[in-house]
């Protein structure tokens, strides 16, 4: 397994996986990759629960100071940190 040469072509479409917008291409890779990459597992799901709670909860919920903004700015998930 090449995690080095998947993962940031991975990383680099997850936006567009999220946000439901990606080809049915995309998201079959991805979904591929994960069923391969335990590492993208576990930020997929993370990122997918953290989205989740983010849309579905009118209070903030607490994460350690700056893990949202790095999470989101290392996914190029930017515009979901505006208020
Ligand atoms: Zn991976």
Redesign the pocket.
């Known amino acids: 397994m090449d ?1 080095e040469q ?2 940031p072509d ?1 990383l680099s479409e997850l936006a567009d996986f999220m946000d439901g917008t990606a080809t049915i291409e995309v998201c079959a890779e991805i979904e591929k ?2 069923a ?2 335990p ?2 597992r576990v930020m997929v799901d993370t990122l997918e629960k953290t989205i989740y709670l983010y849309r579905n909860r009118e209070e903030r919920f607490e994460l350690p100071s700056g893990f949202r903004e790095r999470l989101f700015t290392s996914l190029h998930l930017e515009d979901y940190l505006k208020d």
């Open positions: 995690k998947h993962c991975l990759h994960m391969e990459c590492d993208c």
